[in-house]
């Protein structure tokens, strides 16, 4: 039996949000993401993970002025 669980890994967390997992700690580090530190491993709840993914992000290289 596999136990369910309310937090994901970095690399899960990226994996769900499309994104690298140096870019999941860019995030939490910014502020975007909120993550709880368990000794060197940060975790991210899945609902905080279905909240960022609600919100639209532009993709791409910003333009130049």
Do not use: Y
Request: no cysteine; glycine share 8%.
């Amino acid at each position: 039996k596999k136990a369910t669980s309310t937090f994901a890994s970095t690399k899960e967390a990226a994996f769900m949000l499309g994104v690298t997992p140096g870019r999941v700690r860019q995030f939490a580090h910014e502020g975007r993401l909120n993550a709880t530190k368990v000794g060197s491993v940060m975790l991210f709840s899945l609902s905080e993970l279905k909240r960022f993914q609600a919100i639209p992000r532009k993709s791409g290289r910003p333009r130049k002025r």
